[in-house]
């Protein structure tokens, strides 16, 4: 292993005290995530007790609301957080995320009393969340989801199976999109389900080609029965709930990107400036510096991005647009820098003896997670060009 150590990210942060919870963050990172992680990721190890420490540390709830047990940290702060911690581990810096989307659609659409009873310990209690809408049939077109949620008197009864869940199985809260009414985009309503419901499972764990330490499971609702009181918004808001939920996630999954290709550049650069042949480091190499510089412009570039698209969600403007185009840029970003990276080691960069074969197996996920880069390019051009021509 490359002894240099990679320099910290130059960050622009707004308040001290945003620089002291980056400062914190790397620590943690550090010390209890980076060393665990190629064993553990091998192992195919879920870190539960790392969830516990950044929930006890308030990192669960950094976008929120503090009067529910929430960091009231905005969007440009949070993402720069996952970025860290997905340099570290992806498995912890995705976890992070979509804890953070489960929790959205009650801290953004619950009532008062909903938050008050529900978010305290979803943000700061050592509870880690999931998020249910895609099925094995509906993946990309989520609004064919088949799902049902009946009505039962003052409950719900919930029947269905939902696929590609992360924390499938482990989660202690699901928020699921059901159908309740007609077919299509405007029948379906959301639900806070508990993990220990009667009638919930986890299937077997998919088996997956990178993050073999993240759980993704299908998750089997047998007549989940939950009282009204845990439906989120109005009786068919449930799509729209999601859809907004989704683009503020596809904003953590660009950060998340952004930290497994800074990940990859830094070991890259460490290895290339003490590999020597020909007398000489190889990065003497004019062709191995190019291709240096060019992976840390498209990642200065991804982070400007994503960084752009949360300073517009934190003044409260439209930013659908320029999440997608950060979730489609730093993926693609990602993807293509782990693969450069392998490139520059080597031989050695394709053994289990070096991370960046491990880069490069959980980057191809992230163009594939919270709607396909395919799908990316469809929102752009709608926004572009307005909706496809029936």
Not at 144 to 168: E, F, M, N, P, Y
Not at 308 to 317: E, I, K, P, T
Request: proline residues 4%; charged residues 25%; glycine residues 10%.
């Amino acid at each position: 292993m490359p002894d240099r150590a990679p320099q910290p990210v130059d960050r622009q942060l707004p308040t001290d005290e945003a620089r002291e919870l980056i400062s914190l963050v790397r620590d943690i990172a550090r010390q209890e995530i980076a060393p665990k992680a190629a064993e553990e990721e091998d192992a195919g190890r879920f870190p539960r007790e790392v969830f516990t420490l950044l929930s006890r540390s308030g990192l669960l709830g950094l976008p929120y609301d503090s009067e529910y047990g929430g960091g009231d940290q905005p969007y440009e702060v949070y993402l720069q957080v996952l970025e860290e911690l997905a340099a570290a581990r992806l498995t912890v810096g995705l976890g992070v995320s979509v804890h953070t989307l489960a929790s959205y659609a009650l801290a953004a659409y619950g009532t008062k009393e909903q938050r008050t009873e529900h978010l305290p310990a979803m943000l700061g209690g050592g509870l880690l969340g999931a998020y249910c809408l895609s099925e094995a049939s509906s993946g990309s077109d989520a609004a064919s989801l088949r799902t049902k949620a009946v009505r039962d008197g003052d409950d719900w009864v919930i029947t269905g199976t939902k696929a590609w869940i992360t924390h499938g199985g482990i989660a202690d809260f699901y928020t699921v999109m059901a159908r309740t009414g007609e077919e299509g985009a405007r029948g379906i309503t959301a639900f806070l389900v508990p993990g220990d419901a009667e009638g919930l499972s986890g299937a077997v764990p998919e088996k997956k080609m990178g993050m073999k330490g993240s759980p993704t499971a299908q998750v089997h609702l047998d007549g989940v029965r939950v009282p009204d009181d845990r439906r989120i918004g109005e009786e068919g808001q449930g799509f729209a709930i999601a859809l907004a939920a989704l683009d503020s996630g596809r904003l953590g999954i660009a950060a998340c990107a952004i930290g497994v290709a800074q990940a990859a550049l830094d070991h890259a650069v460490a290895y290339a400036t003490e590999r020597r042949q020909f007398g000489k480091p190889i990065a003497d190499f004019q062709g191995l510096r190019f291709m240096l510089a060019d992976m840390a412009t498209q990642i200065e570039a991804g982070r400007a991005l994503y960084l752009a698209a949360a300073r517009l969600r934190d003044a409260g403007r439209p930013f659908a647009k320029q999440a997608a185009m950060a979730k489609l840029h730093c993926t693609d970003t990602a993807m293509k820098v782990a693969v450069d990276a392998v490139q520059v080691l080597g031989g050695y960069g394709y053994t289990a003896d070096f991370p960046v074969e491990r880069y490069m197996r959980e980057a191809k996920v992230l163009q594939i997670v919270e709607g396909t880069n395919q799908i990316q390019r469809m929102v752009i051009a709608r926004h572009l060009a307005g909706p496809e021509t029936r």
